[in-house]
């Protein structure tokens, strides 16, 4: 129980606390976190996945390994959310909806952040390589999802995956890796880009708690239900079993994947519902409630969850 507490107080309560601050400031003053998340988007994320990516001490093989995973999670999470959602007989718009919740986590305002925490420079690393995999497949499968819920193919918007700095920041990062024409740490270059990135994760938990605060929960939490236990209980135990399977070489590279995996519904999902099928409604609620609600439940769930689980993999016993 002691280390439970000292596990919250030390990896989820700074998080909470930042989180608490940004949900505070939404219900006092009218704040628009468009501005903020565009900086984040745009300048600050960019430069925290180029210098994670370009410093970072993983293997290429195990660089290969967490892409492999998060692949497969995500492929996996697809099937068994369409066949949960047709068993409970959700059609869509509400079936695409679901599945959007279930395969996507927030992998950047909260699962970087708790990474770091938890595990340190190296959790934070792969953190930052689990939340850049995962958004070029939020901006190609996702917008498929999102513009299948509306009834059409619109996939059309997978061309936006082109216009994310976060996939060229990647790319960069990657071929000077290879080209071995990444600058010394101590130069003013990276430290700069350092800076910026460090900028981007308290920025992220407060632009988290503004969305919480701005979240109208009422009209769907009925409906939620089959999405949240999907994504609060299923995914992690498939998180796990698939880094079983590839059998990384590093435990805590293992550890803070299965971590990753068990993060609360992302938000952008709900970014992309109201854009491609803002209007749609399942039974009298809007789509964008729906995900919205799930958003909401999943991550107040997330805190005893990720607490115990990261007591799980810190000692040892999980995996």
């Not at 219900?27 to 900086?39: F, G, Q, R, S, W």
């Not at 969305?211 to 992690?236: E, F």
């Not at 938000?267 to 854009?275: K, S």
């Amino acid at each position: 129980m002691a280390d439970l507490f000292g596990i919250f107080g030390s990896a989820i309560g700074p998080i909470i606390a930042i989180a608490g601050v940004g949900y505070v400031l939404a219900t006092v003053k009218e704040i628009d976190p468009e501005p903020l998340n565009t900086a984040v988007v745009y300048v600050l994320a960019p430069a925290l996945v180029f210098h994670s990516l370009a410093t970072t001490q993983l293997e290429a093989a195990t660089l290969l390994r967490v892409t492999i995973g998060i692949v497969a999670f995500t492929a996996v999470m697809w099937g068994i959310a369409e066949l949960v959602g047709r068993a409970v007989g959700e059609e869509e718009p509400a079936l695409s909806a679901l599945v959007l919740v279930a395969i996507f986590c927030n992998s950047g305002n909260l699962g970087i952040p708790v990474s770091d925490f938890a595990f340190g420079d190296l959790g934070r690393g792969t953190a930052v390589l689990f939340l850049s995999v995962q958004s070029v497949l939020m901006y190609t499968v996702g917008v498929y999802l999102a513009s299948r819920s509306s009834g059409s193919a619109g996939l059309a918007g997978v061309r936006r995956v082109f216009y994310i700095p976060l996939v060229y920041a990647v790319g960069a990062a990657l071929l000077a890796r290879a080209l071995n024409l990444v600058p010394p740490e101590e130069t003013a270059t990276m430290e700069t880009l350092r800076l910026v990135g460090d900028a981007a994760i308290p920025l992220m938990l407060l632009i988290l708690g503004i969305q919480l605060a701005r979240t109208d929960t009422a009209a769907a939490v009925s409906r939620a239900w089959p999405a949240t236990a999907l994504k609060m209980g299923v995914a992690p135990i498939v998180g796990l079993g698939i880094a079983l399977m590839l059998g990384f070489e590093q435990p805590t590279v293992a550890r803070v994947f299965v971590l990753e995996t068990a993060m609360p519904a992302a938000v952008t999902p709900l970014i992309l519902v109201i854009e491609f099928a803002g209007s749609a409604r399942t039974e009298g609620v809007l789509v964008s409630e729906y995900v919205s609600t799930c958003v909401f439940l999943t991550t107040l769930l997330s805190i005893p969850v990720l607490t115990i689980l990261i007591a799980l993999l810190q000692s040892g016993v999980v995996i």
